[in-house]
């Protein structure tokens, strides 16, 4: 497969983009810091500076890969950073909106800007992207990021949505507390900026080696894989999600709200649904 990676200069991006050329993969990788391409027996790495937040830098790199490249099989939407921490209410606005705008609008300008290349896919086209803590429950002090990444699901649920009618699946991942620089960071800030939970939790994570890498690797190789086509729409998470064995459901689950981001209502509409025990 010809992939598109962004993110590749750390973390999980990183570690995709070595496994999937591994598995011999042809792999562009995106990101802010220049990376070595090289060539091997097994697949390809080309790397190239890009900020994902600047739509100009996004056109540019897909020019450059059309130029290579006739088509892109997939894509994985993999830059993203912490950005501003801290109480929402009192926290720089300048800095909020610079981690919004790398987390979401990162992840549009990709998914829009290799929108043509993936349409050429001589097979099913797929796009994998990135979810995190505070896509689905509420992360105080983490506003920007949280806010940011449960946009990401929404845009997700909306292009499958648009585009149902192609040959086209894309998915949100949600990885797992995983040890990235992004939990260094969270410890780095203390209990004073993050609050004493967010502090401890990193700590925990950290001493007890976090969710695994490795099976957050196995769920974006699933979703680049037959194994599920036509699962689109959908916020899966890695190491809590039944995913391996998803496939044969597909087209149960393209006619559910299961996997997607929803409210939740009272069994009787004219009742708060909770009750005093």
Request: with cysteine; net charge neutral; hydrophobic share 45%.
């Amino acid at each position: 497969m010809r992939i598109v990676i962004t993110g590749t200069s750390h973390g999980i991006g990183r570690a995709l983009a070595e496994r999937l050329v591994k598995k011999r993969h042809d792999v562009w990788g995106l990101a802010r810091t220049l990376q070595n391409s090289s060539s091997q027996e097994a697949g390809s790495f080309k790397g190239r500076l890009c900020d994902v937040s600047d739509w100009d830098q996004i056109a540019s790199a897909a020019s450059e890969i059309a130029a290579a490249w006739s088509h892109v099989d997939a894509l994985i939407t993999c830059a993203a950073i912490q950005g501003e921490v801290g109480r929402t209410l009192s926290v720089d606005p300048l800095k909020w909106s610079a981690a919004f705008q790398v987390n979401l609008l990162g992840t549009f300008h990709a998914v829009r800007g290799f929108a043509e290349l993936l349409a050429r896919a001589p097979r099913r086209a797929k796009v994998v992207c990135f979810a995190g803590g505070g896509a689905t429950k509420a992360r105080p002090y983490f506003s920007a990021y949280g806010s940011a990444k449960t946009a990401v699901v929404r845009l997700v649920e909306t292009i499958a949505e648009e585009e149902r009618d192609r040959p086209l699946d894309i998915n949100a991942v949600a990885p797992g507390a995983i040890n990235t620089r992004l939990t260094d960071e969270v410890i780095a800030f203390g209990s004073s900026v993050v609050g004493q939970a967010e502090y401890d939790a990193a700590l925990k994570q950290k001493l007890n080696g976090g969710a695994s890498l490795e099976r957050a690797l196995d769920l974006v190789e699933w979703l680049l894989s037959a194994d599920s086509d036509g699962i689109s729409g959908k916020l899966l998470s890695a190491p809590w999600d039944p995913w391996p064995t998803l496939g044969p459901q597909a087209s149960l689950l393209a006619k559910s709200d299961v996997y997607t981001l929803r409210r939740v209502l009272p069994a009787d509409p004219n009742e708060s649904g909770i009750t005093n025990r």
